[in-house]
């Protein structure tokens, strides 16, 4: 069996461990990733998976994108491409996707229906709901029961996606058909992109370098349902430590980014008097990510953001689709 995985896909690789007692589990993880987060790599082969990080030279499709972006550190797109060629090639093999898919946000709703049926019994009305968004499906679950009551006009909701300044794909995306992966063996998807080549820099949300996002928030965000912002890393971890130190509770640079805008929306409030009341989702623990906040403590942590050419560049190689 086999998945990609990211800083990330944490989850996947939860829902995969019935398949790491006894099946052969072949994890592709995104090279940044591998040697950022060695911890979280160990658990993975503590359960018996075997780990290579992506662009690796055992596939075609790695060995392909290592000749055209040399000493890259991979992305999402990269490690799904090379864990579907992977499947494909071994017989008895599955590929598993941990983000983007209408099923994956399915079964994430559950966070939406618990949290609504807390939010109910406290008598409390969600004004402001946010989340951070890699391939969309943690802020995809959340808000479901909250936009199924918005769409048949039972409530207002003001939703927020929280996306990395290094991978903006609803803030500067482009809304269109492109490939899932960058290998470009997946299906078309209709969703905000930066084009399936981009190549993220190496941001420490792993889990949110993701080129494209998914078409249920892709279309939610079209139809102005949704706003979107992104925030640097370097003021991710602000928030980050700045929650571990008020809450006690270390969070991942993932949903750091949702603490990030929690914590801005909330200071606007401070300011324009305005109460509100702001729900966003805690989505993982910080504790395998302990490279990222030693080189925060370090001062040691930069932000890139791309270019509108770099941006441009991997745009201008979207599939050229009929209608
Ligand atoms: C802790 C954590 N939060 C959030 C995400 C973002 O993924 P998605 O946008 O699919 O919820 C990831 C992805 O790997 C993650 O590991």
Request: proline residues 4%; charged residues 20%; glycine residues 10%.
């Amino acid at each position: 069996m086999t998945t990609e995985t990211g800083a990330g896909q944490w989850g996947t690789a939860l829902s995969m461990s019935t398949a790491f007692f006894g099946l052969d589990c072949q994890v592709y993880m995104v090279k940044v990733s591998y040697e950022q987060k060695p911890f979280r790599r160990e658990v993975m082969r503590t359960y018996g998976a075997s780990v290579t990080p992506s662009p690796s030279m055992t596939t075609d499709i790695g060995r392909k994108i290592n000749a055209e972006f040399p000493g890259t550190t991979g992305s999402l797109g990269c490690a799904i491409s090379e864990a579907v060629e992977a499947a494909v090639k071994q017989p008895g093999y599955r590929y598993v996707l941990g983000s983007v898919l209408n099923q994956v946000l399915l079964h994430q709703s559950v966070i939406g229906l618990e949290t609504k049926a807390a939010l109910d019994k406290l008598g409390v009305k969600a004004d402001l709901i946010i989340g951070c968004a890699g391939g969309g499906s943690n802020l995809g679950g959340l808000i479901s029961p909250f936009v199924g009551e918005k769409l048949r006009g039972e409530a207002d909701y003001d939703i927020l996606a929280v996306e990395p300044a290094s991978c903006p794909s609803l803030t500067r995306g482009k809304y269109a058909y492109d490939f899932c992966d960058t290998g470009r063996v997946c299906p078309l998807a209709k969703m905000y992109t930066l084009g399936s080549s981009f190549m993220p820099s190496a941001n420490h949300a792993g889990g949110l370098r993701y080129h494209g996002m998914s078409t249920i928030l892709s279309e939610l965000y079209d139809q102005g349902l949704m706003r979107a912002t992104s925030v640097e890393q370097t003021k991710v971890f602000e928030a980050a430590k700045l929650f571990a130190q008020t809450e006690g509770i270390l969070p991942a640079p993932e949903s750091s980014h949702a603490i990030r805008a929690t914590i801005d929306e909330a200071l606007k409030c401070k300011e324009s008097g305005q109460a509100k009341n702001i729900v966003f989702g805690l989505t993982g623990t910080g504790y395998f990510d302990m490279v990222a906040y030693q080189k925060f403590n370090d001062g040691e942590m930069s932000d890139y953001i791309p270019t509108d050419e770099d941006i441009a560049k991997s745009l201008a190689q979207l599939p050229q689709v009929q209608g």
